[in-house]
């Protein structure tokens, strides 16, 4: 089953955002994340909607933040982007009469649940500056090491 990449990469689109003055255009985060910009218009319109992000048109115009990374976590942004399935697996209704089925749905069920219930409290409490830090050091341990910076898909330093 195909995976729903939505949430990291909006997550690495506002931070990105963050270190970068100015606005980005839909073709630019389209770039950096090989999508198409219909698609990132439509997802970052989720995020515009909760007032995360704001966009002008025009010449000069583009993507900014409109909220600072302190202020955001990923529980925000997963219901910005429109709460997409947090797993792959499920219960099956084929057979919704066979008593089987009913014991295996039931279990199924309750620990998805669960676990779901988990995962989105977790989501609750780390912010995207939480993920800048952990870029920060990561950066730092690679610069120290003597090696060229992280690059994104757009080629660019992923501090420049």
Same mark, same amino acid.
């Given at each position: 089953?195909?995976?729903?990449?939505?949430?990291?990469?909006?997550?690495?689109?506002?931070?990105?955002?963050? #270190?970068?003055?100015?606005?980005?255009?839909?073709?630019?985060?389209?770039?950096?994340?090989?999508?198409?910009?219909?698609?990132?218009?439509?997802?970052?319109?989720?995020?515009?909607?909760?007032?995360?992000?704001?966009?002008?048109?025009?010449?000069?115009?583009?993507?900014?933040?409109? #909220?600072?990374?302190?202020?955001?976590?990923?529980?925000?942004?997963?219901? *910005?982007?429109?709460?997409?399935?947090?797993?792959?697996?499920?219960?099956?209704?084929?057979?919704?009469?066979?008593?089987?089925?009913?014991?295996?749905?039931? *279990?199924?069920?309750?620990?998805?649940?669960?676990?779901?219930?988990?995962?989105?409290?977790?989501?609750?409490?780390?912010?995207?500056?939480?993920?800048?830090?952990?870029?920060?050091?990561?950066?730092?341990?690679?610069?120290?090491?003597?090696?060229?910076? *992280? #690059?994104?898909?757009?080629?660019?330093?992923?501090?420049?």
């Amino acid at each position: 089953m195909r995976q729903d990449s939505r949430l990291s990469r909006m997550l690495h689109v506002l931070i990105h955002m963050d #270190r970068h003055e100015g606005s980005a255009t839909s073709e630019v985060i389209a770039g950096m994340l090989n999508a198409n910009p219909v698609v990132i218009r439509r997802t970052m319109a989720g995020l515009r909607e909760k007032g995360y992000v704001r966009s002008e048109k025009g010449h000069g115009g583009g993507w900014t933040l409109n #909220r600072p990374l302190e202020e955001l976590t990923l529980l925000d942004v997963y219901r *910005a982007i429109g709460e997409p399935p947090v797993f792959a697996v499920g219960p099956a209704c084929d057979q919704p009469e066979c008593l089987v089925e009913q014991a295996v749905n039931a *279990a199924l069920e309750d620990a998805l649940a669960e676990a779901e219930k988990l995962l989105l409290e977790r989501l609750g409490h780390v912010t995207l500056a939480d993920l800048a830090r952990d870029f920060d050091e990561r950066m730092a341990k690679v610069r120290s090491s003597g090696h060229e910076g *992280a #690059r994104c898909r757009e080629g660019k330093s992923a501090t420049a």
